[in-house]
Protein backbone atom coordinates (compact mmCIF):
# COMPACT_ATOMS: atom_id res chain seq x y z
CA UNK A 1 0.00 0.00 0.00
CA UNK A 2 1.37 3.21 -1.10
CA UNK A 3 0.31 5.54 1.28
CA UNK A 4 2.87 7.77 1.89
CA UNK A 5 4.19 8.32 -1.89
CA UNK A 6 0.30 9.63 -2.28
CA UNK A 7 0.43 11.87 0.47
CA UNK A 8 3.72 13.16 -0.88
CA UNK A 9 2.59 13.33 -4.57
CA UNK A 10 -0.50 15.47 -3.01
CA UNK A 11 1.97 17.67 -0.90
CA UNK A 12 3.86 18.44 -3.90
CA UNK A 13 0.94 19.42 -6.31
CA UNK A 14 -0.04 21.94 -3.20
CA UNK A 15 3.39 23.47 -3.14
CA UNK A 16 3.05 24.18 -6.82
CA UNK A 17 -0.68 25.67 -6.42
CA UNK A 18 -0.81 29.98 -7.24
CA UNK A 19 -1.74 30.55 -3.59
CA UNK A 20 0.62 28.50 -1.94
CA UNK A 21 2.84 31.77 -1.26
CA UNK A 22 0.01 33.32 1.01
CA UNK A 23 -0.34 29.29 2.41
CA UNK A 24 3.01 29.27 4.01
CA UNK A 25 2.70 32.92 4.88
CA UNK A 26 -0.09 32.35 7.15
CA UNK A 27 1.40 29.00 8.24
CA UNK A 28 4.28 30.56 9.26
CA UNK A 29 2.71 33.65 11.26
CA UNK A 30 0.57 30.78 12.88
CA UNK A 31 3.52 28.13 13.79
CA UNK A 32 4.95 31.49 16.01
CA UNK A 33 1.78 31.86 18.03
CA UNK A 34 -0.41 28.64 18.61
CA UNK A 35 -0.43 26.42 15.56
CA UNK A 36 1.45 22.69 16.18
CA UNK A 37 3.06 21.80 12.89
CA UNK A 38 6.83 23.55 11.46
CA UNK A 39 6.99 25.64 8.64
CA UNK A 40 9.71 23.16 7.38
CA UNK A 41 7.03 20.53 6.03
CA UNK A 42 5.56 23.60 3.24
CA UNK A 43 8.38 25.69 3.03
CA UNK A 44 10.70 22.46 2.27
CA UNK A 45 8.48 20.85 -0.59
CA UNK A 46 7.85 24.37 -2.38
CA UNK A 47 11.71 24.81 -2.55
CA UNK A 48 11.92 21.14 -4.09
CA UNK A 49 8.84 21.86 -6.24
CA UNK A 50 10.28 25.58 -7.75
CA UNK A 51 13.83 25.94 -6.50
CA UNK A 52 14.59 29.15 -8.05
CA UNK A 53 11.95 30.88 -5.86
CA UNK A 54 13.93 29.34 -2.44
CA UNK A 55 15.11 32.53 -1.70
CA UNK A 56 11.63 34.19 -1.66
CA UNK A 57 9.53 31.62 0.30
CA UNK A 58 12.55 31.63 3.07
CA UNK A 59 12.16 35.06 3.05
CA UNK A 60 8.44 35.06 3.04
CA UNK A 61 8.52 32.68 6.01
CA UNK A 62 11.06 35.01 7.87
CA UNK A 63 9.09 37.48 7.92
CA UNK A 64 5.69 35.82 8.65
CA UNK A 65 6.88 34.13 11.43
CA UNK A 66 8.77 36.86 13.07
CA UNK A 67 5.07 39.15 12.83
CA UNK A 68 3.52 36.03 14.30
CA UNK A 69 6.41 35.41 17.20
CA UNK A 70 5.11 39.23 17.70
CA UNK A 71 1.61 38.51 18.20
CA UNK A 72 2.78 35.30 20.89
CA UNK A 73 4.50 38.10 22.65
CA UNK A 74 1.61 39.67 23.09
CA UNK A 75 -0.70 37.24 23.52
CA UNK A 76 2.05 36.29 26.97
CA UNK A 77 2.24 40.24 27.60
CA UNK A 78 -1.89 40.90 27.63
CA UNK A 79 -3.66 37.78 27.75
CA UNK A 80 -1.23 35.32 29.50
CA UNK A 81 -4.13 34.47 32.47
CA UNK A 82 -6.37 33.87 29.64
CA UNK A 83 -4.53 31.43 28.20
CA UNK A 84 -2.46 29.75 31.31
CA UNK A 85 -5.01 27.26 31.68
CA UNK A 86 -4.82 25.21 28.48
CA UNK A 87 -1.11 25.53 28.63
CA UNK A 88 -1.03 23.69 31.73
CA UNK A 89 -2.82 20.91 30.37
CA UNK A 90 -1.18 21.05 27.10
CA UNK A 91 2.16 19.42 26.27
CA UNK A 92 3.38 22.71 26.29
CA UNK A 93 3.78 23.59 29.82
CA UNK A 94 7.01 21.50 30.94
CA UNK A 95 8.73 23.85 27.58
CA UNK A 96 6.99 26.91 29.07
CA UNK A 97 8.61 26.47 32.57
CA UNK A 98 12.10 25.79 30.79
CA UNK A 99 11.66 28.90 28.52
CA UNK A 100 10.64 30.88 31.94
CA UNK A 101 13.97 29.84 33.79
CA UNK A 102 16.32 30.32 30.39
CA UNK A 103 15.13 33.68 30.15
CA UNK A 104 16.49 34.38 33.57
CA UNK A 105 19.44 32.70 32.88
CA UNK A 106 20.09 33.69 29.44
CA UNK A 107 18.41 36.72 28.52
CA UNK A 108 17.11 37.62 24.94
CA UNK A 109 19.50 34.85 23.90
CA UNK A 110 16.87 32.16 24.03
CA UNK A 111 14.75 33.30 21.40
CA UNK A 112 17.56 33.30 18.93
CA UNK A 113 18.29 29.68 19.82
CA UNK A 114 14.38 28.75 19.76
CA UNK A 115 14.30 30.58 16.47
CA UNK A 116 16.61 28.43 14.79
CA UNK A 117 16.44 25.29 16.75
CA UNK A 118 13.55 22.39 16.20
CA UNK A 119 12.67 23.78 19.89
CA UNK A 120 8.33 25.22 19.68
CA UNK A 121 9.36 28.97 19.17
CA UNK A 122 5.78 29.53 20.22
CA UNK A 123 5.83 28.47 23.55
CA UNK A 124 9.09 31.04 23.80
CA UNK A 125 6.92 33.99 22.38
CA UNK A 126 4.21 33.68 24.56
CA UNK A 127 6.81 33.13 27.50
CA UNK A 128 8.79 36.25 26.49
CA UNK A 129 5.53 38.64 26.46
CA UNK A 130 5.04 37.07 30.30
CA UNK A 131 8.18 37.84 30.89
CA UNK A 132 8.42 41.31 29.30
CA UNK A 133 11.51 40.55 27.77
CA UNK A 134 13.17 43.68 25.79
CA UNK A 135 10.96 44.15 22.82
CA UNK A 136 13.57 44.92 20.35
CA UNK A 137 15.92 42.41 21.47
CA UNK A 138 13.28 39.93 20.85
CA UNK A 139 12.55 41.19 17.36
CA UNK A 140 16.06 40.93 16.52
CA UNK A 141 16.67 37.44 17.63
CA UNK A 142 13.77 36.44 16.37
CA UNK A 143 14.69 37.76 12.84
CA UNK A 144 18.22 36.22 13.01
CA UNK A 145 17.12 32.83 14.44
CA UNK A 146 13.54 32.61 12.41
CA UNK A 147 15.74 33.86 9.26
CA UNK A 148 18.97 31.41 9.69
CA UNK A 149 16.46 28.36 10.16
CA UNK A 150 14.07 28.99 7.12
CA UNK A 151 17.11 29.96 4.86
CA UNK A 152 19.33 27.65 5.79
CA UNK A 153 16.34 24.79 4.88
CA UNK A 154 15.48 26.44 1.98
CA UNK A 155 19.04 26.60 0.54
CA UNK A 156 19.42 22.89 1.23
CA UNK A 157 16.54 21.74 -0.29
CA UNK A 158 17.17 24.32 -3.19
CA UNK A 159 20.77 22.72 -3.81
CA UNK A 160 20.58 18.78 -2.32
CA UNK A 161 16.86 18.63 -3.02
CA UNK A 162 17.31 16.76 -6.77
CA UNK A 163 19.72 13.98 -4.87
CA UNK A 164 17.52 13.88 -1.32
CA UNK A 165 14.10 13.43 -3.39
CA UNK A 166 15.23 10.86 -5.48
CA UNK A 167 16.24 9.00 -2.14
CA UNK A 168 13.08 9.80 0.06
CA UNK A 169 11.13 8.16 -2.90
CA UNK A 170 12.60 5.32 -2.67
CA UNK A 171 12.03 5.06 0.98
CA UNK A 172 9.47 7.18 1.50
CA UNK A 173 7.35 4.27 3.06
CA UNK A 174 9.64 3.63 5.30
CA UNK A 175 10.40 6.47 6.21
CA UNK A 176 6.67 7.09 7.14
CA UNK A 177 5.47 4.06 8.84
CA UNK A 178 8.85 5.08 10.92
CA UNK A 179 7.11 8.47 12.04
CA UNK A 180 3.95 7.12 12.49
CA UNK A 181 5.52 4.56 14.99
CA UNK A 182 7.85 7.15 16.59
CA UNK A 183 4.69 9.65 16.95
CA UNK A 184 2.88 6.78 18.67
CA UNK A 185 5.55 6.07 20.87
CA UNK A 186 5.72 9.81 21.85
CA UNK A 187 2.47 9.90 22.59
CA UNK A 188 2.12 7.03 24.41
CA UNK A 189 5.62 8.02 26.47
CA UNK A 190 3.73 11.34 27.15
CA UNK A 191 0.56 9.50 28.36
CA UNK A 192 2.24 7.10 30.50
CA UNK A 193 3.97 9.78 32.45
Known amino acids: MALFRSLYDRVMRWSRHRHAEWYLGAMSFAESSFFPIPVDVMLAPMCLATPPRWWRFALNATIFSVLGG???????????????????????????????????????????????????????????????????????????GRGARFFLVAAVVRYAGVHIESRLLQYIERIGWALVLLTALAIGYVMVR
Open 70 to 144: LAGYAIGFVAFEAIEPWLRESAYWGAYETAQRWFDEYGVWIVFVAGFSPIPYKVFTIAAGVAALNLPGFFIASLI
